[in-house]
């Protein structure tokens, strides 16, 4: 790979921006030293680890990796025959194992996981027993714990004991010398690791002992007396025996470890694999990247969607625009121009860059669709190449490059020029890149390269494998636009740029005039061809938005048909319900005049009186049912009076639309909270109506209309035998009531065979209710003739 080229193209400046976003410096350092590949298999993998990570990422978007130490020299070490780890070495390890653990864990939890990381879980271990042993043996500062051995504990708290000892004896000393030798403020303090006391000079000679140290003035002394010495010697031998018993607590420490220590050089691998692999993704996200599709074939073109600089991505100055390029497999080489400052170099960079990253393994910033060559080499004269050192001019270097390039060049290489045929004589430079370019073209080299020169605009023939393009200018604001157009070549706009700075009109329309006439004609072709293209782009983009207009339109229309289907389909099934509702509740009013009627009778009132009485009551019923209808505002009648119930907190309540049946929890404004079994819904009021079950007290009626039945109470048949006839009347009607309530299609009315009383009656009965479709014997599976079965509605 050409290392000239990715320096040119600034590959290592945007490998640095993707490597700080790795959390080790092992992870930085794998991201650094990340170079293209040329095997189409190998970069279609990594990208795919990368996408995978990118799914990881958007998954669990708070997650990061653990702590990554660099243990590979504990590791190196760890293999050695004896070795004792230092307690900071054996801390990283345990860490190392946490964060692998950890790791391994959460690559499992997801569904379906990441096949193509499976060469990072499989490398992740789980070894929570040896965690356990580094736990208690070190901290992070490198400290051996007194939870390493029962043994280390017993010689550390002895030695507390012969430290407290010691200090407690040196204070009691201090307190029996005699003032003159005593140091005001003196106090029991450590000099070369022993307990010593503060004494003037002169009192040396009386007090004994060992001086340690003294003060910058001489005047005081600091002495070990003798009677500390013997407890500090054993202070000493105890602290010997604390070193012995850590050493041994390391080693053994050590010794535990070592055999999985091929496993543990793994796990870091792993957590630096997905470290690097988790940075890349993460930069992705960052810059709206989606992973390219690797084409085997380079000859079978290129085509890149909403491609865009990374550079420019990281730097966060405003929004950068995106470009497309496709290249037909017969089209090797693109020649762009346009004016200065237009951003033909930052163009040629920036597809360079997607290239070489892709065959990095690092997802480049482009759209989906973009579809990729690999490329075995990359070349790029892009720049001024000068260098004094070398006494090369600018056109000099650029004349080796070009000579270096034209001679490795072939069907595998990418080639990115830029300024082609500059820094010359024009007309020399100009035959000079052509040749160039054909030379390219033949090659099979995939080229692109930017120019001013008229003569290359020229190229773009039929069959010669030469295409224009063009980076837009806008030319009434005199800015560039950064708009990739491909088969059209661009203006310089020279003259135009130089009078908008302000240069002297005159000399300008003298410089107009010097213009050859056939470079001039070709410059107002291209005009009227770019005005022509931005009045085809205005329709094209008026278009779309009629046409997405016209798409939201048709939605709406179909949505507004589904709905209306939907209301059509639930008016239907409510209008059954309330016709279904306003039945029964109409028969409960006649009933209730009726039971009024016999009661007055029974208590000796007229019957004519009564009857016109009940005719009233009926009357008053329809009229409340006609008038709510009109209103729109209906309520169910329902009870043993008939009395106009209301939507009230804890009364039975059913829903119209679903006829379930509930509680009233609560009521807020014109909704409700509705407790139906274990469920509480929240519905409009005005869907609900009020539903009980009424008993009455009086025996002597023996009940009357008890509501619609509840779905316990829902009875396939009745059985009327041995009532009397007056008495299985009101059963009757109850029960066929409740039938048509419930939607049955059949009832069986049990009534036997006896006088044949009854069965003559009910035949009577179900003849003349217009809800009973028919009614037949039982057969003989049935009950025969002691069963009559009532049809309702359409059943067979």
Same mark, same amino acid.
């Given at each position: 790979?050409?290392?000239?080229?990715?320096?040119?193209?600034?590959?290592?400046?945007?490998?640095?921006?993707?490597?700080?976003?790795?959390?080790?410096?092992?992870?930085?350092?794998?991201?650094?030293?990340?170079?293209?590949?040329?095997?189409?298999?190998?970069?279609?993998?990594?990208?795919?680890?990368?996408?995978?990570?990118?799914?990881?990422?958007?998954?669990?978007?708070?997650?990061?990796?653990?702590?990554?130490?660099?243990?590979?020299?504990?590791?190196?070490?760890?293999?050695?025959?004896?070795?004792?780890?230092?307690?900071?070495?054996?801390?990283?390890?345990?860490?190392?194992?946490?964060?692998?653990?950890?790791?391994?864990?959460?690559?499992?939890?997801?569904?379906?996981?990441?096949?193509?990381?499976?060469?990072?879980?499989?490398?992740?271990?789980?070894?929570?027993?040896?965690?356990?042993?580094?736990?208690?043996?070190?901290?992070?500062?490198?400290?051996?714990?007194?939870?390493?051995?029962?043994?280390?504990?017993?010689?550390?708290?002895?030695?507390?004991?012969?430290?407290?000892?010691?200090?407690?004896?040196?204070?009691?000393?201090?307190?029996?010398?005699?003032?003159?030798?005593?140091?005001?403020?003196?106090?029991?303090?450590?000099?070369?690791?022993?307990?010593?006391?503060?004494?003037?000079?002169?009192?040396?000679?009386?007090?004994?002992?060992?001086?340690?140290?003294?003060?910058?003035?001489?005047?005081?002394?600091?002495?070990?007396?003798?009677?500390?010495?013997?407890?500090?010697?054993?202070?000493?031998?105890?602290?010997?025996?604390?070193?012995?018993?850590?050493?041994?607590?390391?080693?053994?420490?050590?010794?535990?470890?070592?055999?999985?220590?091929?496993?543990?050089?793994?796990?870091?691998?792993?957590?630096?694999?997905?470290?690097?692999?988790?940075?890349?993704?993460?930069?992705?996200?960052?810059?709206?990247?989606?992973?390219?599709?690797?084409?085997?074939?380079?000859?079978?073109?290129?085509?890149?969607?909403?491609?865009?600089?990374?550079?420019?991505?990281?730097?966060?100055?405003?929004?950068?625009?995106?470009?497309?390029?496709?290249?037909?497999?017969?089209?090797?080489?693109?020649?762009?121009?346009?004016?200065?400052?237009?951003?033909?170099?930052?163009?040629?960079?920036?597809?360079?860059?997607?290239?070489?990253?892709?065959?990095?393994?690092?997802?480049?910033?482009?759209?989906?669709?973009?579809?990729?060559?690999?490329?075995?080499?990359?070349?790029?004269?892009?720049?001024?190449?000068?260098?004094?050192?070398?006494?090369?001019?600018?056109?000099?270097?650029?004349?080796?490059?070009?000579?270096?390039?034209?001679?490795?060049?072939?069907?595998?290489?990418?080639?990115?020029?830029?300024?082609?045929?500059?820094?010359?004589?024009?007309?020399? !430079? %100009? $035959?000079?890149?052509?040749?160039? @370019? #054909?030379? +390219?073209? =033949? &090659?099979?080299?995939?080229?692109?390269?930017?120019? *001013?020169?008229?003569?290359?605009?020229?190229?773009?023939?039929?069959?010669?494998?030469?295409?224009?393009?063009?980076?837009?200018?806008?030319?009434?604001?005199?800015?560039?636009?950064?708009?990739?157009?491909?088969?059209?070549?661009?203006?310089?706009?020279?003259?135009?740029?130089?009078?908008?700075?302000?240069?002297?009109?005159?000399?300008?329309?003298?410089?107009?005039?010097?213009?050859?006439? !056939? %470079? $001039?004609?070709?410059?107002?072709? @291209? #005009?009227? +061809?770019? =005005? &022509?293209?931005?009045?085809?782009?205005?329709?094209? *983009?008026?278009?779309?938005?009629?046409?997405?207009?016209?798409?939201?339109?048709?939605?709406?229309?179909?949505?507004?048909?589904?709905?209306?289907?939907?209301?059509?389909?639930?008016?239907?099934?409510?209008?059954?319900?309330?016709?279904?509702?306003?039945?029964?509740?109409?028969?409960?009013?006649?009933?209730?005049?009726?039971?009024?009627?016999?009661?007055?009778?029974?208590?000796?009132?007229?019957?004519?009186?009564?009857?016109?009485?009940?005719?009233?009551?009926?009357?008053?019923?329809?009229?409340?049912?006609?008038?709510?209808?009109?209103?729109?505002?209906?309520?169910?009648?329902?009870?043993?009076?008939?009395?106009?119930?209301?939507?009230?907190?804890?009364?039975?309540?059913?829903?119209?639309?679903?006829?379930?049946?509930?509680?009233?929890?609560?009521?807020?404004?014109?909704?409700?909270?509705?407790?139906?079994?274990?469920?509480?819904?929240?519905?409009?009021?005005?869907?609900?109506?009020?539903?009980?079950?009424?008993?009455?007290?009086?025996?002597?009626?023996?009940?009357?209309?008890?509501?619609?039945?509840?779905?316990?109470?829902?009875?396939?048949?009745?059985?009327?035998?041995?009532?009397?006839?007056?008495?299985?009347?009101?059963?009757?009607?109850?029960?066929?009531?409740?039938?048509?309530?419930?939607?049955?299609?059949?009832?069986?009315?049990?009534?036997?065979?006896?006088?044949?009383?009854?069965?003559?009656?009910?035949?009577?009965?179900?003849?003349?209710?217009?809800?009973?479709?028919?009614?037949?014997?039982?057969?003989?599976?049935?009950?025969?003739?002691?069963?009559?079965?009532?049809?309702?509605?359409?059943?067979?």
């Amino acid at each position: 790979m050409n290392d000239h080229a990715l320096e040119v193209l600034e590959f290592e400046r945007v490998l640095e921006r993707v490597a700080l976003r790795a959390s080790s410096q092992a992870g930085q350092a794998r991201v650094r030293s990340l170079r293209p590949r040329t095997d189409p298999d190998a970069i279609a993998r990594e990208l795919g680890r990368v996408s995978a990570v990118m799914r990881f990422v958007g998954a669990a978007p708070s997650w990061a990796p653990g702590p990554i130490p660099d243990v590979r020299a504990a590791l190196a070490h760890l293999g050695a025959e004896g070795a004792v780890l230092e307690p900071l070495d054996l801390h990283a390890l345990g860490r190392l194992l946490a964060s692998s653990r950890l790791l391994g864990r959460e690559l499992g939890a997801h569904e379906g996981g990441y096949p193509e990381l499976a060469t990072v879980a499989d490398r992740c271990v789980d070894l929570r027993s040896l965690e356990g042993v580094v736990e208690r043996c070190v901290d992070e500062e490198g400290h051996v714990l007194s939870s390493a051995s029962g043994e280390l504990k017993k010689i550390r708290d002895r030695l507390r004991g012969a430290h407290a000892r010691i200090v407690r004896m040196l204070e009691k000393f201090i307190g029996s010398l005699p003032e003159r030798f005593v140091v005001a403020d003196a106090s029991v303090t450590l000099r070369d690791g022993r307990y010593v006391v503060p004494l003037r000079r002169e009192g040396k000679g009386e007090v004994g002992g060992i001086v340690h140290d003294e003060s910058q003035t001489g005047a005081t002394l600091y002495v070990e007396p003798p009677i500390a010495i013997e407890a500090m010697n054993r202070l000493r031998d105890l602290e010997r025996e604390e070193a012995r018993e850590i050493r041994r607590v390391l080693a053994e420490t050590t010794k535990a470890l070592a055999p999985e220590r091929d496993a543990i050089a793994g796990a870091f691998d792993a957590l630096v694999d997905f470290d690097a692999l988790h940075a890349r993704a993460r930069a992705a996200l960052a810059w709206g990247a989606a992973v390219p599709a690797i084409v085997r074939d380079t000859t079978a073109g290129m085509a890149l969607r909403e491609a865009r600089h990374p550079l420019l991505l990281e730097s966060g100055e405003g929004p950068v625009v995106p470009y497309d390029l496709e290249l037909e497999p017969d089209e090797r080489c693109l020649v762009v121009s346009g004016p200065n400052t237009g951003g033909k170099s930052v163009f040629l960079k920036a597809t360079g860059l997607i290239a070489a990253l892709a065959q990095s393994g690092v997802a480049p910033p482009v759209g989906p669709g973009t579809r990729l060559p690999v490329f075995r080499s990359f070349f790029a004269d892009i720049g001024d190449e000068q260098s004094i050192a070398r006494s090369l001019s600018t056109f000099s270097a650029h004349l080796a490059i070009l000579s270096d390039l034209v001679a490795a060049a072939d069907g595998g290489s990418l080639v990115l020029i830029d300024e082609m045929g500059t820094g010359t004589d024009p007309a020399e !430079g %100009a $035959a000079l890149a052509r040749a160039v @370019l #054909e030379e +390219l073209v =033949a &090659r099979g080299a995939t080229t692109i390269a930017s120019s *001013h020169l008229g003569e290359l605009k020229q190229l773009d023939t039929p069959g010669s494998g030469i295409v224009n393009a063009s980076l837009q200018f806008d030319g009434a604001r005199m800015e560039p636009t950064y708009r990739l157009v491909k088969g059209l070549p661009g203006r310089s706009y020279g003259l135009a740029i130089a009078r908008r700075l302000g240069f002297p009109g005159h000399v300008l329309d003298r410089a107009d005039g010097y213009r050859d006439q !056939g %470079a $001039a004609g070709i410059e107002d072709l @291209l #005009e009227r +061809l770019e =005005a &022509r293209e931005s009045e085809v782009e205005r329709l094209l *983009h008026e278009l779309d938005a009629e046409r997405a207009r016209t798409e939201r339109q048709r939605t709406d229309v179909e949505r507004r048909a589904h709905t209306l289907e939907e209301a059509e389909r639930t008016s239907e099934g409510r209008a059954r319900a309330d016709a279904r509702r306003l039945l029964l509740e109409a028969r409960a009013e006649v009933e209730d005049a009726i039971d009024a009627m016999r009661a007055a009778v029974l208590e000796g009132e007229d019957v004519e009186t009564a009857a016109r009485e009940a005719r009233r009551k009926v009357e008053r019923a329809a009229g409340r049912h006609r008038d709510a209808d009109r209103s729109g505002t209906l309520r169910p009648t329902l009870g043993s009076r008939a009395t106009v119930r209301t939507i009230e907190p804890g009364g039975s309540v059913r829903v119209r639309d679903t006829g379930a049946r509930g509680r009233v929890a609560e009521l807020r404004g014109d909704r409700a909270t509705v407790e139906v079994g274990a469920l509480r819904i929240e519905v409009p009021v005005t869907d609900l109506e009020p539903f009980e079950v009424a008993a009455e007290s009086e025996a002597r009626r023996g009940g009357g209309w008890k509501g619609p039945p509840r779905d316990e109470q829902v009875r396939l048949e009745v059985d009327l035998r041995g009532m009397r006839v007056d008495e299985m009347e009101l059963e009757l009607e109850r029960a066929l009531d409740a039938a048509v309530f419930e939607d049955l299609a059949e009832l069986r009315i049990i009534h036997g065979k006896g006088t044949g009383a009854l069965r003559r009656r009910v035949t009577e009965i179900l003849a003349e209710d217009g809800r009973v479709r028919t009614h037949r014997m039982g057969g003989p599976t049935e009950g025969g003739a002691g069963v009559t079965v009532a049809v309702f509605g359409g059943a067979a």
